[in-house]
């Protein structure tokens, strides 16, 4: 991804900022962290997508409210945050439910929360924690999905 430039017009305009890949192939390292990944979060008879999408957010980028396309994955996203500590915020009908992300945490969004949430990082700009600044630096987070229901 070194090579790569960050870009500001995602398809669905949900991204500011950023690089992605898709990657099949990892070290034997990166492997196993992933293997421990999907023990815990995604049950055996789970359909997992076997590319696992990695997004490189720089430190002025953001990704905007939204909620994944039921398209391009199922019930469940899993998600590894490193680099840089960040806040997601999730948005439901009559609730707002900030996050702190820990650079090396983990997230899962399953269920009401995949589904009836939106959900975004925030920029440098307005990302606030328990009205603490939280300054995102250059983030990458390694997402694990399940497949969409109607390719299983």
């Known amino acids: 991804m070194k090579r790569m430039r960050y870009e500001f017009d995602h398809w669905d305009n949900a ?13 034997k390292v990166n492997a196993e ?7 815990f979060a995604f049950p055996e008879w789970c359909h997992k997508i076997e590319h696992v999408h990695v ?16 398209k ?3 019930d469940l996203i899993v998600g590894l ?3 840089s ?6 948005v439901g009908e009559n609730m707002v439910v900030d996050a702190l992300l820990r650079r090396r945490s983990l997230y899962v969004m399953k269920g009401s929360v ?9 920029s440098n700009d307005t990302s606030l924690f ?11 987070s390694v997402i694990c999905r399940s497949a969409p229901v109607n390719t299983v």
Do not use: A
């Not at 995949?114 to 925030?122: D, K, S, V």
């Open 130 to 140: 328990r009205d603490q600044r939280i300054k995102k630096s250059r983030r990458i």
């Open 55 to 70: 997004l490189d957010l720089s430190e002025d980028g953001y990704i905007k409210p939204h909620i994944d396309s039921v």
């Open 85 to 90: 500590d960040s806040v997601m915020r999730l």
């Open 15 to 27: 991204i500011q900022g950023y690089k992605e890949t898709e990657r099949l192939n990892w070290s």
């Open 72 to 74: 391009f994955c199922g």
């Open 114 to 122: 995949r589904y009836n949430f939106t959900h975004e990082i925030l």
């Open 33 to 39: 962290t992933l293997k421990k990944i999907h023990e």
């Open 81 to 83: 945050s490193l680099l």
